[in-house]
């Protein structure tokens, strides 16, 4: 039979659990955050996708800025890397998802949005418009006059 108290085993077995389920929270944290493939995301259900999309909003939330970073750089590295074909499919899929929602749902969708610019510092809201920009740029000019086409008359 062991010779130590049995309060201090229960303090050691303590401290070891303790330790460890920090370990395990650092190395959860330090994961990195998966970027969905494009055609993958598109094929999700509706609940599936909002699901992935808020533990992906939750990992991105914990994650440093060189991981948020990170991150975009490699969506966009993902998306940029489509064929023209492959990117328009998407925008036909996403559309018709759009247009298949009840009004109140797009209302809620467009007003979440722009709940979150808004809370966005001026910084990231330049960050923001600056990779809008850049995305543009990578459109073939047929895809830039068709997204201009779409919007609203200001």
Same mark, same amino acid.
Request: charged fraction near 35%; hydrophobic fraction near 35%.
């Given at each position: 039979?062991s010779?130590?108290?049995l309060a ?10 303790a330790a460890?389920?920090?370990l ?11 970027v ?6 598109a094929q999700?259900? @509706? %609940? #599936? &996708?909002?699901?992935?999309?808020a533990?992906? +909003?939750?990992?991105l939330?914990?994650?440093s /800025?060189? =991981? $948020? ?5 490699q969506?966009?590295q ?6 023209p ?7 036909q ?12 749902e797009q209302?809620r969708?467009a007003?979440?949005?722009?709940a ?5 510092? @001026? %910084? #990231? &809201? ?6 809008? +920009?850049?995305?543009l740029?990578?459109l073939? /000019?047929? =895809? $830039?006059?068709?997204l ?7």
């Open positions: 039979m010779t130590i108290p201090q085993r229960y303090r050691r077995w303590l401290q070891l659990a460890s389920a920090w395990a929270c650092a190395a959860a944290q330090a994961a990195p955050i998966d969905p493939d494009a055609q993958d995301w999700l259900t @509706p %609940a #599936e &996708r909002k699901a992935r999309k533990d992906m +909003r939750r990992q939330d914990q994650a /800025p060189a =991981e $948020r970073k990170a991150f975009r750089q969506l966009r993902q998306i940029e890397g489509l064929t074909e492959q990117r328009q499919a998407l925008v899929q996403t559309r018709k998802r759009w247009q298949n929602l009840p009004p109140g209302q969708l007003d979440e949005r722009r979150q610019i808004e809370a966005m510092s @001026p %910084a #990231e &809201r330049r960050e923001l418009l600056r990779q809008r +920009r850049d995305m740029r990578g073939s /000019p047929e =895809e $830039r006059a068709a201009r086409d779409r919007l609203p008359v200001r």
